[in-house]
């Protein structure tokens, strides 16, 4: 069964500073990765997918790193805004089915 | 990215009555939607995988006849709480989309509070 763990928990930083969002899986044989962002009370917003066969994307200021030998990816979020608070879930996709972490609350302080 | 809608958004019950939650798929057709229950600060569960025509595929734990889900057509999926009881409270989000292989990605609904009182 796949495991999927994000750390840390929560983050909380000033406004400017880079973000850094760390998220690993035990099973490597997966399709693909998303990142998605949950704002409180609402639904899940794709930010990045990246498929099992590359090794970043990138989208504006965040940038996704995919390690699947080793079962790990990040998220860096760039010159963070009060805007970017909110809680950040990696997926990943195996067994035709998609495995979340927890995901990880930021409050970028202004 | 492709729209995916839940209706409602909030919904308070009364305990021994049925809900039902809604996911439309708005400008693709989905073959396959998934049904998952999110507790406060725990991430998402899947409870069961949608298939249109045929029946759902429910998780280990999931009881069928109380979370009843019917896909009917190509663009919309529906899950039925069955004499709802308070420990169902929860937050409910539907996806339309297979992320496997190729770069489709997973599309999400605007999710469900069910309160049942």
């Known amino acids: 069964k796949q495991e999927v763990t994000q750390i840390p928990a929560a983050l909380s930083v000033p406004e400017g500073e880079n973000l850094v969002l760390n998220c690993s899986f035990t099973?490597?044989?997966?399709?693909?990765l998303q990142w998605f962002r949950q704002d409180p009370g609402k639904g899940l917003t794709s930010l990045l997918l990246?498929?099992?066969?590359?090794r970043e994307q990138t989208s504006g200021r965040l940038n996704a790193s995919l390690d699947k030998s080793s079962g790990r990816s990040t998220l860096y979020i760039a010159a963070s805004q009060p805007g970017d608070s909110a809680t950040y879930l990696c997926?990943?996709?195996?067994?035709?089915?998609?495995?979340f972490g927890a995901g990880t609350t930021v409050t970028v302080r202004a | 990215g492709a729209v995916v809608s839940q209706h409602p958004s909030r919904v308070i019950c009364k305990s021994g009555t049925s809900v039902k939650i809604e996911c439309r798929s708005l400008?693709?057709?989905?073959?396959?939607m998934f049904w998952y229950r999110q507790f406060p600060k725990q991430s998402l569960m899947l409870m069961a995988t949608?298939?249109?025509?045929?029946?759902?595929?429910?998780e280990q734990g999931v009881e069928k006849d109380k979370f009843l889900i019917n896909h009917a057509s190509l663009t919309l999926s529906t899950l039925t709480v069955t004499s709802a009881h308070p420990e169902d409270s929860s937050f409910y989000i539907c996806?339309?989309?297979?992320?496997?292989?190729?770069?489709?990605?997973?599309?999400f609904g605007q999710g469900t509070r069910l309160t049942v009182v």
């Open positions: 996806s339309a989309g297979v992320p496997g292989g190729g770069n489709t990605e997973a599309f």
């Open positions: 099973d490597s044989a997966i399709y693909n």
């Open positions: 990246i498929q099992s066969s590359q």
């Open positions: 997926a990943v996709f195996n067994d035709y089915k998609l495995s």
């Open positions: 400008d693709f057709q989905a073959t396959t």
């Open positions: 949608s298939n249109e025509g045929s029946k759902a595929t429910y």
